[in-house]
C-alpha cells in the first residue's frame, strides 16, 4: 500500500482533497435540525377541598385528580391544537406532519410534567411552535371544562324553569285552601308524624337531583364515548429497505468500474459496453424498489376511552344507589301515610299542600344553587395546566453536529483515497502481468 501511494502520490493527495471538499460542501449544505422544548405543570387538585355541597357541580370545577399522565399527552396531541397552532403561526406544513415528524410530547419521569419537544429547521421557530403549542394545549383544555360546564348549565336552566312553575302552582294551591277553609295550623297532634314525613321527602329529594345529575352527566359521557374513536396510532417502525441497499452498493462498484475501465478503453470496447448495460439494469431495478419499509406499526387503546368509561361505571353505580335508597324511602312515606288517614280530611289535605309547596321550593333552590355553580364554572373556565418553562431557542439542540459530522468526512475520504489507489495499482499490475504474457 505504501508503494502503491507513493507512486500515485499526486493522485491521491488530489482525490482526498476533492473528496474531502465534496464532503464538507455536502455538511455545510446538510439542513439541520433545532429542538427545544416547553414543559407545563399538571396541577393536581385536592378532593378534599371542594366549596360546595353537591359532588357532582364540584366535578365541573376541577379536573379529576386521577386522570393518567397518558391521557393528557392523548389530549395534548389532539389535531384540533395542531391546526391551531399552524393557524396562529402560518405555518406551510400538514396536521399529520407537525403531529408525526414535528412534535413529541411526552410526561417526565416521576413529575406531573408534560414536555412538548419539537423539531424544526431553525431555533426560533422550534421554539415558536413549542410555546404556541403549550398555550394551545391550555386553551383547550380550559374550553373543555368550560364545555362541560355549559352543557350542566343547559340542562338545570330547563329544569330550573319547571321547578319554578311547579313551585308557583303548588303556592297558589296551598294559598287557596286556606282561605276556602280558613286553616293555617295543622295542630299538634300532627307535628310529630308530619316531621317525619317531612324529613323523608327532603331524603327523596335529594336523592332524586343526585339521581337526576348523575344521569344527565352519564349521557354526557355516553355522547363523548359515541364520538371518539376507540384506538390511537401509537408508534410506527420505518427502516431502509436492504434490497435498495444492496442494489445501491452494486450501482456504485459497477461505475467504479466504469471509470477505471474508460481511463485505459475507449466506450466500444466490450467491457465498457457490458458495464453500462449492468449500470442501467441496475439504475432500472433500483428504479422499481422501495427505498423503506415499515417494520412495525402500534395501535393502542385510546386513552381517554378508558377514564371516560371509569367516570361512566362511577355514575352508574351512584344512580342505582340513589335508586335503591328512593325505593327504601317511599316505603318508608306509604306506612306514614297510612297512619295520616285517621286524622281528619282538610287537615291531610293542609298537610299535602304544605308538603308539596315546600318540596317544590326545595327542589327549586337546589336546582338554583347547582345552575349558579355550573356558571360560574363555565365562565371561570379554569386550567389544572400551567407553563413552567417556555422553550428558549438559545438552548436549542442542533441535530446532526457539524464538527462529528466534518471528522466523519475526513475519514470516509481518507478511507476512499486509499481505496482507490489500491485498486489502480491492482489493475496496473494485472495488465502489465497480461502485456508481459502476450
Do not use: C, H
Not at 356 to 371: M, P, S
Amino acid at each position: 500500500m505504501r508503494a502503491a501511494i507513493r507512486r500515485r502520490g499526486r493522485f491521491a493527495v488530489l482525490l482526498f482533497l476533492v473528496l474531502s471538499l465534496i464532503g464538507i460542501v455536502a455538511v455545510m449544505l446538510l439542513p439541520r435540525t433545532y429542538s427545544t422544548a416547553s414543559e407545563v405543570l399538571i396541577k393536581r387538585p385536592d378532593t378534599q377541598l371542594q366549596s360546595t355541597t353537591y359532588p357532582q357541580i364540584d366535578a365541573l370545577l376541577a379536573w379529576n385528580r386521577d386522570t393518567a399522565m397518558e391521557t393528557y399527552v392523548a389530549l395534548a396531541r389532539q389535531p384540533v391544537i395542531a391546526e391551531t397552532v399552524i393557524r396562529q403561526l402560518g405555518l406551510k406544513a400538514t396536521v399529520k406532519d407537525l403531529l408525526d415528524k414535528t412534535v413529541v410530547v411526552t410526561p417526565l419521569t416521576n413529575a406531573d410534567i408534560l414536555s412538548i419537544a419539537v423539531d424544526w429547521r431553525d431555533a426560533r421557530g422550534s421554539a415558536a411552535i413549542a410555546n404556541a403549542f403549550a398555550r394551545a394545549f391550555i386553551a383547550r383544555q380550559r374550553g373543555l371544562a368550560a364545555s362541560q360546564a355549559s352543557e350542566a348549565a343547559g340542562s338545570l336552566s330547563v329544569a330550573m324553569k319547571k321547578a319554578q312553575t311547579d313551585l308557583a302552582n303548588a303556592e297558589r294551591e296551598l294559598t287557596l285552601f286556606e282561605s276556602r277553609r280558613g286553616i293555617a295550623d295543622a295542630g299538634t297532634q300532627t307535628t310529630t308524624i308530619l316531621s317525619a314525613i317531612a324529613d323523608i321527602q327532603s331524603k327523596q329529594r335529594s336523592a332524586q337531583a343526585e339521581r337526576a345529575q348523575a344521569d344527565g352527566q352519564l349521557a354526557s359521557l355516553n355522547t363523548q364515548l359515541a364520538a371518539m374513536p376507540q384506538a390511537i396510532n401509537g408508534s410506527k417502525v420505518v427502516s431502509s429497505s436492504p434490497v435498495a441497499d444492496q442494489l445501491e452498493q452494486q450501482l456504485a462498484q459497477q461505475r467504479l468500474q466504469l471509470g477505471l475501465l474508460r481511463r485505459q478503453f475507449t466506450d466500444r470496447y466490450p467491457d465498457v459496453i457490458a458495464t453500462n448495460k449492468q449500470i442501467a439494469d441496475l439504475e432500472a431495478a433500483l428504479a422499481s424498489v422501495p427505498r423503506t419499509k415499515t417494520t412495525s406499526e402500534n395501535v393502542e387503546l385510546n386513552p381517554l376511552i378508558t377514564a371516560l368509561r371509569t367516570q361512566a361505571a362511577t355514575l352508574q353505580a351512584q344512580a342505582a344507589g340513589n335508586s335503591a335508597q328512593l325505593t327504601l324511602l317511599r316505603s318508608q312515606e306509604a306506612s306514614l301515610l297510612e297512619r295520616l288517614r285517621l286524622f281528619p280530611a282538610d287537615v291531610t289535605e293542609l298537610s299535602d299542600l304544605q308538603r308539596q309547596a315546600k318540596g317544590a321550593e326545595a327542589i327549586y333552590e337546589a336546582l338554583r344553587t347547582n345552575y349558579s355553580n355550573a356558571v360560574v364554572a363555565q365562565n371561570m373556565a379554569v386550567s389544572d395546566l400551567s407553563i413552567v418553562q417556555d422553550a428558549d431557542p438559545e438552548l436549542a439542540t442542533v441535530r446532526p453536529p457539524r464538527l462529528p459530522a466534518l471528522v466523519a468526512v475526513l475519514f470516509v475520504a481518507l478511507l476512499a483515497t486509499l481505496t482507490v489507489v489500491a485498486l489502480l495499482d491492482w489493475y496496473a499490475a494485472g495488465s502489465m502481468s497480461l502485456s508481459e504474457a502476450r
